[in-house]
């Protein structure tokens, strides 16, 4: 759908009138479920000796519900949000207590800035555990503190200002490559970049590296289209709760670690300390406080933990921002011509920031209450596990007018709040990467943008797909290119 076509004008029409025509429509994406029409009130949270009432019980049936919480996270959070307001629980078989989800800023608010003693992550208990094992992901408390201090500097503003010309190379490599005519999966074309990227900013890998380091960038693409398949469901299903890997990923894992193994072993061999700047040399050189190295398995999980959380939520991002420009032609002229002169005026940021609002790749977080806590009138027991809806929250008219509304407009001139916009989750576990995903997806947005011209492929909307704790979308960001400049 390369022309215009009325088509066009009949989405822009129907999305931006969604909350008022809700009724004819079954699914969150195509703009179903708004959060209600409360005022925004300040809402009590933290920890607290106060009697209080438990939040309310959605749906029955740990099995039920458990099942359908992992087919489709969006569609329960919305659910429950729209029967109990703010906060609810649900019964499920990953926990013996139930599991509560609130979806209000000042509840996200006080999880995030409670400390990591009161409310660490959950992170150590979801499905990327078996893969990465022990890292900063994975980890808590005092160890978790001494990993992140350990990785951040490679990660702060000025460090990635060293990226930036590896991102546009990648980026321009990668559109050199389209043809008009053509039909892409963006989502797939921007992991080429964010691959590439990540991959020389961690182990100091690009295109022309030797025999090993290509083994392990084959290795890497091998099992994450492994991780795409149906088997790959079942396997993750089976290690659900475990921290070892099962089945299919134990196969997966064990060739990609031969391959990770062998080029750490051959940077050890040559390492000259302080010769190289990616993250793998920073990390021979580094010491703990009893001045202990790290050993090769540390290494390994360390690696991949930023290898996989910091290149598919990034391209997947790039897929939802075009999934919804496509649709949304008005939005999407603007960020071409914005794209097309040197002061951009803000706008490509602000789609950044719009698309990850309506689309976060990581729907929910989790945390776990080391006391009991309040949420609003509800009090939930010390040790359960609190999921933030990430989804729900940004969905709420009460912060955003108008919330299923693509509106990039929404955020020009406009910093996001902390505790309102949360893609990049908060506090003392907020995304290592997000400095480097934002400036990988303003450069290929702007580039995507400058350069071509984009349309959709369908005009219904795509559906959010869940794979491991992402959501992604289902067609891959699907477009046709209509044109291509040099
Ligand atoms: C658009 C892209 C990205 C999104 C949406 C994203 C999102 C997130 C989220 C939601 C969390 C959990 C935060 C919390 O629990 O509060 C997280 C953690 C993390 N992310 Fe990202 N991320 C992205 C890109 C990256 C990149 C590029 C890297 C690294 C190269 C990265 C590395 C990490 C690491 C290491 C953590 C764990 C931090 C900790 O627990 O201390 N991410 N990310």
């Known amino acids: 759908m390369c022309a215009p076509s009325p088509l066009d004008s009949v989405v822009v029409m129907t999305t931006s009138t969604a909350a008022s025509t809700s009724e004819h429509r079954r699914h969150w994406w195509e703009g179903a479920t708004p959060t209600g029409s409360r005022e925004f009130e300040p809402s009590p949270a933290g920890p607290t000796d106060e009697p209080g009432a438990a939040p309310p019980l959605h749906g029955s049936g740990p099995l039920l519900q458990t099942v359908r919480f992992a087919r489709d ?28 989800i609130t979806s209000h800023p000042d509840h996200v608010k006080s ?33 978790h503190r001494r990993q992140r201090k350990l990785l951040m500097p490679p990660f702060h503003g000025k460090a990635i200002a060293r990226y930036r ?72 299903l089976m290690a659900m709760r475990r921290s070892q890997p099962v089945g299919l990923q134990k196969w997966g894992l064990a060739h ?6 062998a080029v750490i072993a051959e940077r050890r061999s040559a390492h000259v300390p302080g010769e190289r700047h990616d993250i793998l040399s920073l990390l021979l050189d580094a010491r703990d406080d009893e001045g202990e190295a790290l050993t090769d398995a540390e290494l390994r999980n360390e690696l991949l933990t930023l290898v996989l959380a910091g290149h598919e939520t990034t391209a997947n ?13 008005e939005a999407y ?25 309506v689309r976060p790749v990581i729907p929910v977080l989790g945390r776990r209450v080391m006391a009991n806590w309040r949420f609003g009138d509800a009090v939930v027991t010390e040790g ?17 007018a108008d919330p299923f509304r693509f509106d990039p407009d929404r955020f020009v001139g406009v910093k996001p709040g902390s505790s ?24 290929l947005t702007r580039e995507i943008a400058r350069r071509t011209d984009l349309g959709a492929i369908a005009s219904s909307p795509e559906r959010p797909v869940h794979r491991n704790v992402t959501m992604i979308p289902g067609r891959g960001g699907a477009v046709e290119v209509c044109s291509v400049t040099p």
């Not at 409310?119 to 005092?142: D, F, W």
């Not at 803000?346 to 990850?356: K, L, N, P, Q, R």
């Not at 990049?424 to 480097?436: E, I, N, P, S, V």
Request: glycine content about 10%; aromatic content about 6%; some cysteine.
């Open 111 to 143: 999880l995030f800035t409670a400390g990591p003693s009161l409310a660490p992550s959950t992170a150590g208990q979801s499905q990327l555990r078996p893969i990465v094992g022990e890292s900063v992901l994975t980890v808590t408390g005092a160890r």
């Open 256 to 261: 990609l670690d031969r391959a990770i193994l």
């Open 420 to 443: 309102t916009w949360i893609p990049f989750g908060g506090g003392d576990r907020r995304c290592l990467g997000a400095t480097l995903a934002m400036e990988e997806m303003r450069i």
């Open 73 to 100: 996270q969006g569609r329960a959070l919305f659910e429950g949000v729209r029967r109990h307001g703010d906060v609810f629980r649900i019964d499920t078989l990953l926990e013996k207590r139930p599991l509560v």
């Open 333 to 357: 002229g603007r960020l071409r011509d914005a794209a097309r002169t040197d002061d951009d005026g803000g706008y490509v940021d602000a789609t950044i920031h719009e698309s990850m609002r």
């Open 317 to 329: 991002s790039i897929g939802w921002a075009f999934e919804r420009l496509v649709r949304h032609p």
């Open 165 to 236: 010309e590896q991102i546009l190379e990648a980026t321009t490599r990668e559109i050199d490559g389209w043809q008009a005519g053509s039909r892409l999966r963006l989502a797939d074309s921007a992991q080429q970049v964010t691959l590439d990227v990540i991959m020389s900013g961690v182990f100091g890998i690009d295109y022309r590296s030797g025999e090993s380091e290509q083994l392990l960038r084959k290795r890497i693409r091998q099992l994450l289209a492994l991780s795409a398949s149906p088997l790959a469901r079942v396997s993750e």
């Open 384 to 400: 359960s596990r609190v999921l933030i809806g990430v989804l729900t929250l940004h969905h709420r008219d009460d912060v955003y």
